[in-house]
């Protein structure tokens, strides 16, 4: 009769172990699991800043690129100008 009642106290103990132990892995998986969780929002957040400073960047590159492709447009739409009114006077002088 003692040996089945030390058998079954010792089952429980080695039970009662277990149970501990597979709570305390649940314990740290969780734990890991909310580490991971806020590295990648934080990781998403700095993300998202990156974008916005690169998408101002190209926007303000891109004004400044057609700001000055109007003014060579300009520029050469002028030369144009002086080259046609030069051309005319010297077709109307042949005229003459």
């Not at 969780?37 to 190209?58: I, M, Q, S």
């Not at 004004?63 to 030069?86: L, N, P, Q, R, S």
């Amino acid at each position: 009769m003692k040996s089945k009642l030390a058998t079954i106290l010792a089952a429980a103990i080695l039970s009662s172990a277990t149970v501990v132990f597979s709570q305390d892995v649940a314990h740290d998986t969780d734990k890991a699991a909310k580490d991971v969780g806020h590295g990648t929002k934080v990781a998403a957040k700095d993300t998202a800043k990156g974008t916005e400073k690169a998408a101002d960047k190209t926007g303000h590159a891109t004004k400044t690129v057609a700001k000055k492709t109007g003014h060579a447009v300009k520029t050469a739409a002028k030369d144009t100008g002086k080259g046609v009114e030069k051309a005319a006077d010297k077709t109307g002088d042949a005229v003459k």
